[in-house]
T-cell receptor
């Protein structure tokens, strides 16, 4: 079966760095997405990785290792507005997105 | 108007009611999706349309009936729902079904079935 695993909840301090991990087992792989979803709002796109390595975009970076079925989202210089759920999703062999349950990130002052 | 819009934002209905959810995208995309989001569960893909043709129906009960009259509009018709159908229903669109198919989401309809 297809499976995406990520921690249910994480807590971090304002100004710090946090890494959210995602492991996956899917039938085929056509890229991995990270989305941010604030409570009561729509998910919004953060990053896309299809090749191994690190993609940096401002305070956010995303890493992929296809051989390990592993990705992480790295958030630096955390701000209170970063409190949200972070969703990992893998595009499978049919280009359908398989979603994780999301990681709720709580930022404390 | 930009992005993906959904109406209504909130809906409360009884199990014998019939209602419809509407989604409209202003991005010129060719693929549209319906998802169900329940608390602490992964997004569940319900239906996919590509160029107005349904390409996926992930074992969704027949009490949910999609309609896609054109590439910009998508409906989800609801009838005789059950309380366990209460959830956030999200519509999304993407340029196509293939390749880097970043999906753009609407704000969702929060559905409560009494």
């Amino acid at each position: 079966g297809q499976n995406i695993d990520q921690p249910t909840e994480m807590t971090a301090t304002e100004g710090a760095i946090v890494q959210i991990n995602c492991t996956y087992q899917t039938s085929g792989f056509n890229g991995l997405f990270w989305y941010q979803q604030h409570a009561g709002e729509a998910p919004t796109f953060l990053s896309y990785n299809v090749l191994d390595g690190l993609e940096e975009k401002g305070r956010f970076s995303s890493f992929l290792s296809r051989s390990k079925g592993y990705s992480y989202l790295l958030l630096k210089e955390l701000q209170m507005k970063d409190s949200a759920s972070y969703l990992c999703a893998v595009s499978d062999s049919n280009y359908q997105l398989i979603w994780g349950a999301g990681t709720k990130l709580i930022i404390k002052p | 108007e930009t992005g993906v819009t959904q109406t209504p934002r909130h809906l409360v209905m009884g199990m014998t009611n019939k209602k419809s959810l509407k989604c409209e995208q202003h991005l010129g995309h060719n693929a549209m999706y319906w998802y169900k989001q329940s608390a602490k569960k992964p997004l569940e893909l319900m239906f996919v349309y590509n160029f107005k043709e349904q390409t996926e129906n992930n074992s969704v009960p027949s009490r949910f009936s999609p309609e896609c009259p054109n590439s910009s509009h998508l409906f989800l018709h609801l009838h005789t729902l059950q309380p366990e159908d209460s959830a956030l229903y999200l519509c999304a669109s993407s340029g196509s079904l293939a390749e880097h198919n970043e999906q753009f989401f609407g704000p969702g309809t929060r559905l409560t079935v009494l």
